[in-house]
């Protein structure tokens, strides 16, 4: 692996501005930062595993491989085509557009989010992907519709006591740890966008995997502050390096989808 992904944060409090403020600027704009480069690491990385890069204004379709591909038979985005999932993957009539969702795979859907999952754990099943440490994220449109589900099937699934924290759904479904992220992939306007025949230019992207399926390491990740050569003022940066490289493929699926 090749740390070759770099964040980074820069801002300068004033003397002044510190001196009359009654909350603490410097403690807020930390955290921000903090929160924009975790933020920054989350979309790239969540990008790379789905097979898509973010230029700055719009997702695109990752071309080149980061380094050398862990599975010959993986595409340029080190995917496995098999395992990026459209509605061909399910009967549909456009076999590249999007998959249809609605709860229950009601009027104008496809299928349904359960349906889904249940289609990425058993080509997970399918490639001996061990059942233990099993991931999905998803969006919050996917996740609304997951929780309309028969509330007997979701509840039957969900397992454990807590609340969600960073991201985090309690419990499992269908065998897979259950994250929200606003940081997935998309194209046009979103998985949002109704579609009742898939859409190839809106959709959302989901991704589910394994533990072992992608390794992700930092090697600098720090903050500091000095004071201003210029003005009479604080200044705060911080810097994270990391890298990331999908090991298994065979562990990683993808899906793409609209609200029917």
């Excluded at 098999?82 to 009601?106: C, D, E, R, Y």
Aim: hydrophobic share 40%.
């Amino acid at each position: 692996m090749v740390i070759d992904q770099a964040s980074y944060f820069q801002f300068a409090l004033d003397d002044i501005e510190e001196a009359h403020s009654h909350v603490s600027f410097m403690d807020l704009a930390t955290d921000r930062a903090g929160f924009k480069l975790r933020d920054a690491f989350d979309q790239d990385v969540l990008g790379y595993m789905s097979g898509y890069t973010w230029n700055g204004s719009a997702w695109v379709a990752r071309t080149a491989a980061a380094g050398t591909k862990s599975n010959a038979a993986a595409g340029a985005d080190e995917l496995l085509a098999a395992n990026k999932l459209t509605q061909g993957a399910f009967g549909g009539s456009t076999a590249a557009n999007s998959i249809p969702v609605t709860a229950g795979g009601g009027a104008g859907a496809l299928t349904s989010p359960l349906a889904v999952l249940n289609r990425m754990a058993r080509l997970m099943d399918a490639a001996n992907v061990d059942t233990d440490n099993r991931w999905v994220v998803c969006d919050p449109v996917f996740k609304e519709i997951l929780l309309d589900e028969d509330a007997k099937l979701v509840n039957s699934d969900f397992g454990g006591e807590g609340e969600v924290r960073n991201g985090r759904m309690p419990g499992t479904i269908r065998g897979f740890r259950v994250y929200t992220s606003n940081n997935l992939p998309y194209k046009g306007t979103g998985a949002g966008t109704s579609a009742s025949a898939g859409s190839a230019t809106n959709f959302g992207v989901l991704v589910a995997g394994h533990d072992s399926s992608v390794a992700v390491a930092d090697q600098i990740a720090k903050t500091e502050s000095f004071r201003s050569p210029e003005t009479f003022a604080d200044i705060v940066r911080g810097m994270q390096l990391y890298g990331r490289k999908i090991l298994r493929p065979e562990g990683l699926i993808t899906a793409n989808y609209n609200l029917a």
